[in-house]
């Protein structure tokens, strides 16, 4: 059984990685961590000690999790949706774990087109994590 996570150092990515680990403790399951690249394409940028702090951080806590995790980057050119998508066909994925953030009430009405796709698109259960997800 597998769960994939798409990952980035920000506040939503970190949300869905906490409960991505969350949900493979629950199920037994592997964990697969589909990393982006944080850019100003993906949102608020952050500057780089900040970002290495976070992914310094959460590797920290996937070892601590326990949990089977593999790794797997994105090319810098590559569409986020079609990698999780293709991952989440190969690996017969059980849930697929997102993060979101808030949007303005104009932002609400258009989504951000990653995370419609993979609504729409992917083949299994996706859970949607708000940027403010803590583990209790």
Same mark, same amino acid.
């Given at each position: 059984?597998?769960?994939?996570?798409?990952?980035?150092?920000?506040?939503?990515?970190?949300?869905?990685?906490?409960?991505?680990?969350d949900e493979a403790k629950l199920r037994a399951a592997d964990l697969m961590v589909v990393q982006g690249?944080?850019?100003?394409?993906?949102? $608020?940028? =952050?500057?780089?000690?900040?970002?290495?702090? @976070?992914?310094?951080e959460d590797r920290a806590a996937l070892d601590a999790s326990g949990v089977a995790y593999e790794l797997i980057p994105m090319a810098d050119d590559a569409d986020p949706a079609d990698v999780i998508l293709d991952v989440t066909d190969r690996t017969h994925t059980t849930l697929l774990v997102?993060?979101?953030? $808030?949007? =303005?009430?104009?932002?609400?009405?258009?989504? @951000?087109?990653?995370?419609?796709?993979?609504?729409?698109?992917?083949?299994?259960?996706?859970?949607c994590v708000k940027a403010e997800y803590t583990q209790d």
């Open positions: 059984m597998n769960i994939v996570v798409g990952y980035l150092p920000t506040p939503a990515g970190r949300a869905a990685l906490r409960a991505a680990i690249h944080h850019t100003k394409r993906w949102g $608020r940028h =952050t500057g780089p000690e900040e970002t290495e702090t @976070a992914v310094r997102i993060g979101t953030r $808030r949007r =303005t009430p104009v932002g609400k009405l258009i989504m @951000a087109p990653t995370t419609q796709r993979l609504l729409l698109e992917a083949g299994c259960p996706v859970l």
